[in-house]
């Protein structure tokens, strides 16, 4: 749940410009934020939270729209913009929490993969940066070096995956982060000041990056990724249920949506991002039979605890870029197949829905594949529709309103 945790703020900070002492604070606040929504999902409090033994954290959906939204803004100004479309769109999940039973038929099997897939391909070109490096005119950009450190990351993370076991199985990431820092180290890449300027304890300061802003653009771009994000909770309400064998009513699913929400808003006022449901979750609690919810909120403890001390942000915080990017291929590459499993669960007999996909990822890959296609277009187009994730998405669902019902042909 770490790695899942701090990946976002490390893509995120680097596209603003952080120094590695801000990126560290970045990181706590999205490790305490996180603990807190977990709390909150495990424990409940009133009409908030599932109260089910869910891991919070925050969304990769959330990254590439707020990559879209910083580049449409000076550094300084980013961040801002960014915490006051994820407030804005916390506030929309808490209220649309009661009636998102009824929308999720915007959002059958066949949207939902697009998007879940279009999120990983989305994010396959960060980790490609990551490895060649951002600045083409930076020493080493390009590097062998670079392409050596990701190629050592991937290469233990496979073997980890392929001959460990257990627990270890499932560190495979984590343990491929590791050894590919330490095998940079000698080749003097680390940076290690946000170690040594970090702080070992320190409270996270509400607005620390500055007071939300609120631009119309990012507020539609966001508010559709918290759509997507609560159709994906709702799914992982579902799928837990039914591995705890405790049935999911529409009031689960509302109290779980509200505490996605409300744990949003807080996130983005204490410097985290969008906080959702942790699938990877459900899979160890299958795997562990550990049902209790009361164990998570240790999880959740743990994070907060892990929020509170920078410095170990500082320590993530060392992990070479190029090391990131091989790790990412692997994460990113998962999340894409996640996606396809969703596509072939929805079943692409159909033409319709062959339609609905094609067309719907075709337009969610022109950003990605051209990433100045829209540089003409009005400011407000570019945020929504320089983002894979939700230009896709718009097309699918609209696509599927129109195709969606459309009667299949008999055969004769």
């Given at each position: 749940m770490y790695a899942g945790v701090v990946a976002p703020p490390l893509i995120i900070g680097a596209a603003v410009g952080l120094s590695p002492t801000e990126l560290a604070l970045l990181i706590s606040a999205s490790l305490f934020t996180a603990g807190?929504?977990?709390?909150?999902?495990?424990?409940?409090?009133?009409?908030?939270?599932?109260?089910?033994?869910?891991?919070?954290?925050?969304?990769?959906?959330?990254?590439?729209?707020?990559?879209?939204?910083?580049?449409?803004?000076?550094r300084g100004d980013a961040l801002p913009v960014i915490y006051g479309s994820i407030i804005v769109a916390g506030v929309l999940a808490v209220f649309?929490?009661?009636?998102?039973?009824?929308?999720?038929?915007?959002?059958?099997?066949?949207?939902?993969?697009?998007?879940?897939?279009?999120?990983?391909?989305?994010?396959?070109?960060?980790?490609?940066?990551?490895?060649?490096?951002?600045?083409?005119?930076?020493?080493?950009?390009?590097?062998?070096?670079?392409v050596l450190l990701a190629v050592v990351t991937l290469v233990v993370v496979l073997v980890c995956n392929r001959f460990l076991t257990g627990v270890l199985n499932r560190l495979s990431l984590l343990i491929g982060l590791v050894v590919g820092t330490l095998a940079a180290w000698p080749l003097g890449v680390l940076d290690t000041s946000a170690i040594t300027q970090a702080p070992v304890f320190s409270f996270v300061t509400p607005l620390h990056f500055g007071a939300p802003r609120f631009?119309?653009?990012?507020?539609?771009?966001?508010?559709?990724?918290?759509?997507?994000?609560?159709?994906?909770?709702?799914?992982?309400?579902?799928?837990?249920?039914?591995?705890?064998?405790?049935?999911?009513t529409e009031t689960t699913i509302a109290n779980g949506l509200r505490a996605d929400g409300a744990a949003s808003a807080l996130s983005?006022?204490?410097?985290?991002?969008?906080?959702?449901?942790?699938?990877?979750?459900?899979?160890?609690?299958?795997?562990?039979?550990?049902f209790s919810r009361y164990v998570v909120a240790a999880a959740g403890v743990v994070l907060v605890l892990l929020g509170l001390f920078p410095v170990a942000g500082g320590v993530v915080a060392l992990v070479p870029q190029p090391v990131l990017g091989g790790a990412g291929l692997v994460l990113f590459g998962s999340v894409a197949v996640?996606?396809?499993?969703?596509?072939?669960?929805?079943?692409?007999?159909?033409?319709?829905k062959v339609m609905i996909v094609a067309v719907s990822l075709g337009v969610g890959l022109v950003p990605i594949a051209a990433p100045d296609f829209y540089q003409h277009f009005p400011a407000a187009v570019q945020t929504v529709f320089d983002s894979g994730?939700?230009?896709?998405?718009?097309?699918?669902?609209?696509?599927?309103?129109?195709?969606?019902?459309?009667?299949?042909?008999?055969p004769a």
């Open positions: 807190l929504a977990t709390l909150l999902q495990s424990l409940g409090l009133w009409r908030f939270g599932a109260r089910l033994p869910f891991i919070n954290g925050v969304s990769f959906a959330v990254v590439a729209p707020v990559l879209a939204i910083a580049k449409e803004h000076q649309l929490a009661p009636y998102f039973g009824k929308l999720t038929r915007f959002f059958p099997v066949t949207v939902s993969g697009v998007v879940i897939t279009l999120i990983g391909l989305s994010l396959l070109p960060v980790a490609i940066k990551w490895i060649r490096g951002q600045d083409p005119h930076a020493v080493g950009y390009g590097s062998p070096r670079n631009d119309v653009a990012a507020l539609v771009s966001m508010c559709i990724v918290m759509v997507v994000a609560m159709t994906e909770s709702t799914a992982d309400m579902l799928a837990l249920g039914e591995v705890v064998d405790r049935p999911v983005a006022l204490f410097g985290g991002f969008t906080c959702t449901a942790f699938a990877q979750n459900i899979g160890l609690i299958a795997l562990t039979r550990m996640s996606g396809i499993k969703a596509l072939g669960v929805a079943g692409l007999g159909d033409p319709a994730i939700s230009a896709g998405t718009v097309t699918a669902v609209l696509l599927n309103l129109v195709f969606g019902r459309r009667p299949v042909p008999v």
